[in-house]
């Protein structure tokens, strides 16, 4: 018997009393990554509140076992009613003095973070740049609609240099630093144990831990 997606039960069959929007092949992807922090009490941030059902949607998978922060340009989201472990901020995620001003005021780090916001090319750029190093160990990292990397009205477009797409792609070369023989900045290694490339989404993993050790000191060889 297949495994019930809490995620797409409650979009599909839940009582829902504000609106959700969403791509169906997202569900499947959140569940694979997000099931390991079920009873753990995850960190939840949110950019993009939009409406607010998608923020019902992690406390109901999470069976109210979380912490939210939800961030939103729009200040009507700050009049949406939530439960209390759900706390809405104001303000530009493409400002990152924005962010300054938040970690400032929040000292925390998360264990989930989505970006779910405006989806222009500036906007997701400087959000991971601003929030990446607040991922948790362990944790997660996912943006999605990437498709706007595509389209020109959200700055992007096909082999655009300036897309999200486009700076994402060199996470392959920093994740491999180790063996490009121009150095290259050891920092991404050391945080970051996979990335997951979907239809409009990327997913990255940090270690458990900071990893220091290169490589060739892991190598195993077994004994023939």
Known sequence: MNKVNKIADFFYNGLKTKTIHKWHHYFDIYDKHFRTFMGKT?????????????????????????????????????TLNFEDNVHIVIGDQGNPMFWDDFFEKNNIHFDIVIDDGGHTMQQQIITFEKVYSRVKYGGIYLCEDLHTSYWDEYGGGYLNKNSFIEYSKNFIDLINAYHVRTPLSLDFRKDTFSITFYDSIIVLEKYSERDEKHPSSQVVRANT
Do not use: A
């Not at 109901?60 to 979380?66: I, P, R, S, V």
């Open 42 to 78: 995850p960190i939840i941030l949110e950019i993009g509140v939009s409406f607010g059902g998608s923020i019902d949607m992690w406390n109901n998978y999470f069976n109210h076992d979380c912490i939210i922060y939800g961030i939103d340009i729009d200040k009507n989201c700050g």
